[in-house]
């Protein structure tokens, strides 16, 4: 008896985490975005993950640098946002810098540029917390 009762908390304890989760599948990726959350596709490589209700959202872009050096395509969006100087962390690889748009909603965005492909991921957010985003990110595959 008591090993059937082990047995069947086991069982529910691992499957609570799939209700949290649940995994999309957007053609070119697929994410684990938590339940509640939407993901939206503008094209095959500018995604939105956004909650239901609209009081969070990560927008992933994939763009070409077009030549450009990293800091100064960075700093031209950045620019065109009106946002802060952005800032590189030499450890992570990413230039950040915020940005406030109409509504007063301020948005936090990462950039990680890869020369060798003459490219540059973008992760903009807002009432997400670093962690969540994180989770979110590593969760993203490429087919």
Request: aromatic letters at 12%; proline letters at 3%.
């Amino acid at each position: 008896m008591l090993k059937r009762l082990i047995a069947a908390m086991l069982i529910v304890f691992s499957i609570a985490p799939l209700s949290y989760a649940k995994i999309i599948d957007l053609g070119a990726i697929t994410v684990d975005l938590p339940m509640g959350w939407i993901a939206e596709k503008s094209n095959d490589f500018n995604y939105v993950f956004r909650t239901s209700d609209h009081t969070a959202a990560i927008m992933f872009d994939i763009s070409n640098l077009g030549g450009m050096e990293p800091k100064e395509a960075i700093s031209e969006f950045a620019k065109k946002l009106e946002g802060s100087t952005p800032v590189y962390n030499e450890k992570k690889n990413e230039y950040t810098f915020t940005y406030r748009n109409t509504d007063g909603i301020v948005f936090n965005v990462s950039s990680t540029p890869f020369v060798e492909n003459d490219a540059v991921v973008t992760f903009i957010w807002a009432e997400v917390d670093r962690t969540l985003l994180e989770k979110i990110i590593s969760s993203i595959t490429f087919k």
